[in-house]
């Protein structure tokens, strides 16, 4: 059997790019319109400061992260060249902590830099909600529902009979 070579002939005078142009155009749109978001929400952001602590508040903090191994987070006294405060260190203090400066996750801090320091309250994962609407309850915890559940239980149970 003999094949006719295939043509493809443009549509009304459009010539399409081809296939790799394509591919890579969606790509660098991609990548620009990320970078675009990226900036737009750093942009935009506005880190509320928080109430300066004495050096003894920030010690006692430091101690119970430490002996505890608890998160902490630390606002720092700096701000960036707009005139706002820098993100928010977390972590957890090993106890690692100088005259003049303390480290925590690998990042030197001096301590005239603290501004604000304070534990971070983590959920635990037995206590996350599922749902964020409050009206929704498991029905088997009303007493109403146990009840029922008592009666439909009652109506079909058999005894097993007895062997003598």
Do not use: C
């Not at 493809?8 to 790019?17: G, I, M």
């Not at 969606?26 to 319109?33: G, K, S, Y």
């Amino acid at each position: 059997m003999r094949r006719t070579k295939k043509e493809f002939l443009d549509y009304n005078e459009y010539r399409d790019r081809p296939f790799g142009l394509k591919w890579g155009t969606a790509f660098a749109m991609d990548e620009l319109m990320s970078g675009i978001k990226k900036n737009e929400a750093w942009a935009i952001k506005e880190i509320q400061p928080l109430t300066p602590m004495s050096r003894e508040e920030i010690d006692a903090v430091l101690l119970e992260s430490f002996l505890y191994h608890k998160k902490i987070t630390l606002q720092r006294n700096t701000k960036d060249e707009f005139g706002r405060y820098l993100e928010n260190i977390e972590g957890t203090f090993t106890g690692e902590a100088y005259d003049d400066y303390l480290v925590l996750e690998d990042t030197k801090i001096y301590w005239s830099d603290i501004r604000h320091i304070e534990k971070k309250e983590e959920e635990k994962w037995f206590t996350v909600a599922f749902s964020d609407d409050a009206s929704i309850q498991p029905s088997l915890h009303s007493k109403q529902n146990i009840q029922e559940l008592e009666q439909i239980k009652d109506e079909f149970y058999q005894q097993f009979p007895e062997e003598e």
